[in-house]
T-cell receptor, first 113, second 116 residues
Framework: DQQVKQNSPSLSVQEGRISILNCDYT??????FLWYKKYPAEGPTFLIS?????DKNEDGRFTVFLNKSAKHLSLHIVPSQPGDSAVYFC????????????FGKGTRLSVIA | DTGVSQDPRHKITKRGQNVTFRCDPI?????LYWYRQTLGQGPEFLTY????????KSRLLSDRFSAERPKGSFSTLEIQRTEQGDSAMYLC??????????????FGAGTRLSVL
């Protein structure tokens, strides 16, 4: 029973264009969502997060959108750069209590120069 | 500020042997988490500590697995009588005090275990 789903295993985007990575969740208790980026042979690196009281959070080229009614979030990267090529994981948790994260399976993003 | 440190980075062992991994969290982070990641999957929660207290263990953590954080600083994860199915990347993460903080967990580079 996968509570966090990333249905696209891979995504290929041209440099300079927008990358959109999607994530769906099923657990209504989740109210805090995070995106991590992972390069080979490294641990996941925190990218951006959003609380359920917001529907958008922006940090430089990265924006996360949250649609609570649809239990869906997306990460937008604009403009995409070759260095963004990595595996992106969506994670969720109930904010209160600082509990363990539940991760999706990840989406491999390839940005082509 | 050093990040989360894990040792060793790679471990190759024969089936049936015991292995132990170490994690040094970011200083002053009172929460420490262990996750396991296999090929094509996201990290899966194993167990976590608040200071020296082990608060939760996943059903993934069989009796052959044990974790400690004796002084509330570094942590060890031991796997006894390893099996080939234990081959995975073992990730450690830490996060700051729960109250008033966002739950951002910072990960180490992981220990890759190969059981032959």
């Amino acid at each position: 029973d996968q509570q966090v789903k990333q249905n696209s295993p891979s995504l290929s985007v041209q440099e300079g264009r927008i990358s959109i990575l999607n994530c769906d969740y099923t657990n209504s208790m989740f109210d805090y969502f995070l995106w991590y980026k992972k390069y080979p042979a490294e641990g996941p690196t925190f990218l951006i997060s959003i609380s359920s009281i917001k529907d958008k959070n922006e940090d430089g080229r990265f924006t996360v959108f949250l649609n609570k009614s649809a239990k869906h979030l997306s990460l937008h990267i604009v403009p995409s750069q070759p260095g963004d090529s990595a595996v992106y994981f969506c994670a969720a948790t109930p904010l209160r209590g600082n509990t363990p994260l539940v991760f999706g399976k990840g989406t491999r993003l390839s940005v082509i120069a | 500020d050093t990040g989360v440190s894990q040792d060793p980075r790679h471990k190759i062992t024969k089936r049936g042997q015991n292995v132990t991994f170490r994690c040094d969290p970011i200083s002053e982070h009172n929460r420490l988490y262990w996750y396991r990641q296999t090929l094509g999957q996201g990290p899966e929660f194993l167990t976590y500590f608040q200071n020296e207290a082990q608060l939760e263990k996943s059903r993934l953590l069989s009796d052959r697995f044990s974790a400690e954080r004796p002084k509330g600083s570094f942590s060890t994860l031991e796997i006894q009588r390893t099996e080939q199915g234990d081959s995975a990347m073992y990730l450690c993460a830490s996060s700051p005090r729960a109250w008033g903080s966002k739950n951002i967990q910072y990960f180490g580079a992981g220990t890759r275990l190969s059981v032959l």
